[in-house]
């Protein structure tokens, strides 16, 4: 099983700020992470899909990179609505796996 | 707009079963992979279990295989997970998510349900 760990597990951020959270897996997977947002008491969301690619919708201050078996999510210019939770999850290799999650909090 | 409604949730007993509904709108349903994600309260997601889009491909995890079976009535644009031999362990929401139309794509997971409860307890 791939694992993916992601760090930090948490983070208390103030708006404006920029975050990067990273997600490292345990053997390579391409180009095939993903990244997901859940606020509370919602579903995930798909923020960016293949490391790097945009999603519709999405505002343009999330953006993904990353390879093999470093990634990274990047937020620039946080936002107040952007309290929730994130997890990576890899397609690559069976069966599909998840990070354990950042917890973001705004100040 | 796609849109993933899951149903069949409750308090059951260890050793019980249940039945995960998750009806599909908004998109050719026929056409996709389908899977289910749980999350334990307070914790974090947890792939379950997957099936292609003629229901002729079924993946499990390790530990619901050979007590959980997913399946697919295109007909009635419905993904089901029956639940058997529960445990204290299941008690999750459990999610329906949309996979790829290709296979290629199978394990992407672009929409996901509102989730629906399942507690085993006794």
């Known amino acids: ?107 | 707009e796609v849109q993933l409604v899951e149903s069949g949730g409750g308090l059951v007993q260890p050793g019980g079963s249940l039945r995960l509904s998750c009806t599909a709108s908004g998109f050719t349903f026929s056409n996709y992979w389908m899977h289910w994600v749980r999350q334990a309260p307070g914790k974090g997601l947890v792939w379950v279990s997957r099936i292609h889009s003629d229901g002729s491909n079924r993946d499990y995890a390790d530990f619901v295989k050979g007590r959980f079976t997913v399946s697919r009535d295109n007909a009635k644009n419905t993904l089901y997970l029956q639940m058997n031999s529960l445990r204290a362990e299941d008690t999750a929401v459990y999610y329906c998510a949309r996979g790829g139309a290709d296979y290629q794509w199978r394990d992407l997971l672009d929409y996901w349900g509102q989730g629906t409860l399942v507690t085993v307890s006794s």
């Open chain 1, 1 to 107: 099983e791939t694992v993916l760990t992601q760090s930090p597990d948490f983070q208390s951020v103030t708006p404006k700020e920029k975050v990067t959270i990273t997600c490292r897996a345990s053997q390579s997977i391409g180009s095939s992470l993903h990244w997901y947002q859940q606020k509370p008491d919602q579903s995930p969301k798909l923020l960016i899909k293949y490391a790097s690619q945009s999603i519709s919708g999405v505002p343009s201050r999330f953006s993904g990179s990353g390879s093999g078996t470093d990634f990274t999510l990047t937020i620039n210019s946080l936002e107040a609505e952007d309290a929730a939770a994130y997890y990576c999850h890899q397609s690559s290799n069976f069966p599909i796996t998840f990070g354990q999650g950042t917890r973001l909090e705004i100040k």
